[in-house]
């Protein structure tokens, strides 16, 4: 299950509380991204 992180707030938002609203239940905020698994520091050679 994708979970979705709030752009204003950016605390993390399960799909389920999302299901028809697409609004933050913390702030009211419309806009979310889904953060990255993995973050790699890709060094530059
Ligand atoms: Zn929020």
């Known amino acids: 299950m994708?979970?979705?992180k709030c752009f204003k707030c950016e605390k993390k938002i399960q799909n389920t509380n999302l299901d028809k609203r697409f609004v933050c239940?913390?702030?009211g905020g419309k806009i979310f991204y889904k953060p990255r698994k993995v973050?790699?520091?890709v060094k530059a050679v």
Do not use: S
């Open 25 to 27: 239940p913390n702030c």
């Open 39 to 41: 973050v790699k520091k």
């Open 2 to 4: 994708p979970t979705y």
